[in-house]
């Protein structure tokens, strides 16, 4: 069964810093999807990132991106340039033949 | 109003009542879900709908009960709930259900208390 996993419940960062959030997942199969979402503490959850496996290339979204290794099935987030507004829970999500899979997430905390 | 919105934001019920939640959408999706979200734990995957037929069951118990009347509504009939059951409920949308690269838009929850 497909799973994913987030190693770091929480984590902070200083203003203007840069940040990886982690995250591995277990798959067989060789073409799907993985997301990154962000939920800040008014709840609603937001698509920040997506990347599709069959491409190497990482995705970028203006200070978010992604570093994407396949083989090691790993798929981490990296915030640059830290913002007040980015702290939220961030979850890591696959995505395969018909459901999204979601890990646990990460608290962010942005410090001023 | 845009996007996807649900309600009540907040419910607190007794284990003998019957409440339901609902769920709109405005972004002219096919499918739409229920998830539950529980602290410290991966958000499960409760319903999907798509154009209105469940395609997805995942083995909740039948103290929760979805309707999806049309491909813009989607609720969630609840009854006989435990305190276990707690926890915020969160509704999404996508194009199409069992699509990859399909991103969910979702609401903001309902935060259910059972007592």
């Known amino acids: 069964a497909q799973t994913v996993t987030q190693s770091q419940p929480e984590m902070s960062v200083q203003e203007a810093e840069t940040v990886t959030l982690s995250c591995t997942y277990d798959?067989?199969?060789?073409?799907?999807?993985l997301f990154w979402y962000k939920q800040p503490p008014s709840r609603q959850m937001i698509l920040v990132i997506r990347q599709e496996a069959y491409k190497q290339q990482n995705a970028t979204e203006n200070r978010f991106s992604v570093n994407f290794q396949k083989a090691a099935k790993s798929f981490s987030l990296k915030i640059s340039d830290s913002q007040l507004g980015d702290t939220a829970m961030y979850f890591c999500a696959y995505h395969n033949t018909d459901k999204l899979i979601f890990g646990t997430g990460t608290r962010l905390q942005v410090f001023p | 109003e845009t996007g996807v919105t649900q309600t009540p934001r907040h419910l607190v019920m007794g284990m003998t009542n019957k409440k339901s939640l609902k769920c709109e959408q405005h972004?002219?999706?096919?499918?739409m879900y229920w998830y539950k979200q529980s602290a410290k734990k991966p958000l499960e995957l409760m319903f999907v709908y798509s154009l209105e037929e469940r395609v997805e069951n995942n083995s909740v118990p039948s103290r929760f009960s979805p309707e999806c009347p049309n491909s813009s509504h989607l609720f969630l009939h609840l009854h006989t709930l435990q305190p276990e059951d707690s926890a915020l409920y969160l509704c999404?949308?996508?194009?199409?259900?069992?699509?990859?690269?399909?991103?969910?838009?979702f609401g903001p929850g309902t935060r259910l208390t059972v007592l």
């Open positions: 798959t067989s199969e060789n073409n799907y999807y």
């Open positions: 972004l002219g999706h096919n499918a």
């Open positions: 999404a949308s996508s194009q199409e259900a069992g699509v990859g690269y399909n991103e969910q838009f």
